[in-house]
């Protein structure tokens, strides 16, 4: 049986205190820099916010999760190694990683520290995981939001390492770790920067017959009509024309949100070892309800009960949802 | 200009969904024409294609070995289901040609044994360039979102090790690639049932904003950049910088004649400024851009420095 652990985001240290707090088993976090795929504005901590955070999440049993899953440019590299070694003061619990050069930097010289494979390696084969279980001692591979639950039950027959999927929040379509869409379009990098869809590029346009548009360094990504509710402009999220679908559609994917509640059992029964909860980017209450529900559905599992789906389910009402590629091939 | 009569001019492998007849005709005329020192074959997008034209691979080989190129085998991007991992496998275990792997599925394979690392491996740093030619990696493409200053990094710690360093010069960016394909969505298929539709769109399938300006191409489960990638006038400075090969990415223009005037440019018989006006003739209609090179927004089109 699967120990179902919950692995919570913290952008800010009241975040992290309120995840701790509302029973995750995890929380996992990044330093205010480039070192991390959620360098955004106003989020992550310092290194004596992290300490503080390391010691009240300990005191209540609560591990620390180091991301540091973004790919240094050449010549930065010097910026992720200092990342690690602060992180490994501090007694962090395990780093998240992707690139090669900084996972190999850990494994020699913090041999002692947790390594995680962060869904930014996007390691979606047996083969491509026991590279890294082989190579840098990796401990847990996060899974690309791209594999059915039968699929993810064969990759756990094959590998050395526990499985983290993701369970809740943003719902990623391109295989993470290879995306340069952002940089197209904005200058800024989501591999080497850690940035996706920037705010600072980010405007919304009203036009004179009261419908919005949504632009991303002044490319239209999506509009809406004078009653709907405007989108941020995410690139794969866009709308837009194809010589056959002149009337714009949703060429990668719709505005809709990852819930994989009703799925629960049936991933530990496949044996994932660990669920996370994505929105680094999240407010405290929002983090608040997500976990607590959570907490209490994975504890009612646990315990052999009926978990109440449902308060789950409601947590993305009035948005759309999706269980994405992990119920049905057709996804693809 | 010794050094530069060093640099190899290399073809990356087809994108697209290019019919069997059309690849057969159109590697025919790289052997025989086209200045051309290096060639990469092989699927790389879409497991689905493979089947359509890796027949003819052997005679194809043959063809451009004939022609003095070396042929290189590049592996998919994506490996998830049995038959890509049988591919990738497969291709791991090969002693001639030489291969080009994207996948650590296909490292993993391939072990000690050299090997070339292809452009969706994330080679974006010495660091990882070190340890991948301790795993007996030769030959190293960079990202193509990577800024002159780190390629200029990349390619001395590359060079520093014996490997070959690549960037990609000419065609379109690979943005991202996905498990699922668009070029299927568009149409309201999924990617099982997609009956190959993306053979419809030999140079991608154009995406415009609602408001009409071209943003993006599609490629089955690749998305690509609208504009084409164009380094001419930078070439100079990354081969200064280290770099010894220039990919240039097959689109559906007259890539002999692509070929021909970066060539030209590298032997020094043809001005930059020249070359440049008669490669955007070649290809009419289409935006160029160098924004990655330069740090900035990748379908920029930034003006180079004059030489000094």
Redesign the interface.
């Given at each position: 049986m699967s120990l179902a652990e919950l692995i919570c985001p913290a952008g800010t240290p009241a975040a992290l205190r309120t995840a701790v707090d509302a029973g995750a088993d995890a929380v996992y976090c990044g330093f205010q820099d480039a070192t991390n795929a959620r360098n955004f504005p106003g989020l992550n901590f310092t290194p004596e916010e992290l300490a503080a955070s390391v010691a009240y999440a300990h005191d209540k049993g609560t591990k620390v999760l180091l991301a540091l899953n973004t790919y240094p440019p050449a010549g930065k590299v010097d910026l992720w190694r200092q990342a690690a070694d602060t992180g490994a003061r501090l007694g962090v619990d395990a780093f998240i990683v992707a690139d090669m050069g900084v996972a190999d930097y850990i494994a020699r010289t913090h041999p002692g520290v947790r390594l995680h494979l962060s869904v930014q390696a996007a390691a979606s084969s047996p083969e491509a995981i026991r590279y890294y279980c082989e190579n840098f001692a990796v401990k847990r591979v996060v899974l690309p939001r791209i594999l059915t639950i039968p699929e993810i039950r064969e990759i756990r027959k094959e590998i050395p390492c526990e499985i983290e999927t993701f369970i809740f929040g943003n719902h990623g379509l391109m295989v993470e770790g290879r995306c340069s869409l952002t940089n197209y379009l904005t200058g800024q990098s989501t591999n080497m920067d850690g940035v996706c869809s920037p705010a600072s590029d980010v405007e919304y346009r009203r036009h004179e017959d009261g419908s919005m548009s949504s632009q991303l360094a002044g490319f239209t990504i999506d509009c809406f009509g004078p009653d709907e509710k405007a989108g941020y402009p995410t690139i794969c999220k866009g709308r837009y024309t194809a010589p056959h679908r002149s009337e714009g559609y949703y060429a990668f994917e719709e505005p809709i949100s990852l819930n994989l509640s009703r799925l629960l059992p049936d991933l530990i029964d496949a044996g994932v070892h660990a669920f996370k909860i994505e929105g680094r980017q999240r407010s405290k209450s929002y983090v608040r309800g997500v976990v607590s529900a959570f907490r209490q559905a994975v504890d009612d599992i646990r315990a052999g009960r009926q978990a109440n789906i449902a308060d789950l389910v409601a947590l993305t009402e009035g948005q759309k949802q999706t269980q994405g590629a992990f119920e049905t091939k057709k996804w693809r | 200009m010794a050094v530069r009569d060093m640099t190899k001019l290399t073809l990356g492998p087809i994108a697209y969904h290019w019919s069997a007849e059309a690849r057969r005709a159109f590697y025919a005329r790289i052997a025989d024409e086209a200045p051309i020192d290096e060639v990469y074959l092989g699927e790389v997008i879409c497991s689905k294609r493979a089947p359509f034209h890796e027949a003819d691979l052997p005679a194809i080989i043959e063809r451009l070995q004939r022609g003095g190129k070396t042929v290189i085998l590049s592996s998919l991007?994506?490996?998830?289901l049995k038959r890509?991992?049988k591919a990738?496998?497969d291709l791991a275990a090969m002693d001639a040609p030489e291969i080009e792997i994207n996948?650590?599925?296909g490292?993993?394979?391939r072990g000690q044994r050299p090997h070339r690392i292809g452009p969706?491996m994330?080679a974006?740093?010495?660091?990882?360039?070190?340890?991948?030619a301790a795993?007996g990696a030769t030959h190293v493409c960079l990202?193509?979102?990577?800024?002159a200053?780190?390629?200029?990094?990349?390619a001395k710690?590359a060079r520093a090790l014996g490997l070959g360093v690549e960037v990609q010069v000419f065609g379109r960016?690979?943005?991202?690639?996905?498990?699922?394909?668009?070029h299927a969505?568009?149409?309201g298929r999924?990617?099982?049932n997609c009956q190959f539709v993306c053979e419809d769109d030999p140079d991608g399938?154009?995406?415009?904003?609602?408001?009409?300006?071209p943003?993006?191409r599609?490629n089955g489960i690749q998305?690509q950049?609208e504009s084409y990638i164009d380094l001419l006038p930078e070439a100079a400075q990354m081969i200064a910088q280290g770099v010894t090969h220039l990919r240039l990415m097959p689109q559906a223009v007259d890539m002999v004649a692509v070929a021909a005037l970066f060539r030209d440019v590298l032997d020094g018989t043809r001005a930059p400024g020249a070359a440049e006006t008669m490669l955007r003739e070649l290809c009419d209609g289409v935006s160029f851009s160098n924004?990655?090179f330069y740090?900035?927004?990748?379908?920029?089109r930034i003006a180079a420095a004059a030489p000094a």
């Open positions: - | 991007a994506e490996v998830m890509e991992r990738t496998a996948n650590a599925a490292l993993f394979a969706f994330n974006y740093n010495e660091a990882t360039i070190a340890w991948m795993q990202p193509a979102e990577l800024p200053p780190s390629i200029a990094v990349a710690a960016a690979s943005l991202a690639v996905s498990a699922r394909c668009y969505r568009a149409h999924t990617k099982d399938m154009p995406l415009r904003t609602t408001d009409d300006r943003i993006l599609v998305t950049s924004g990655f740090g900035q927004a990748g379908y920029r």
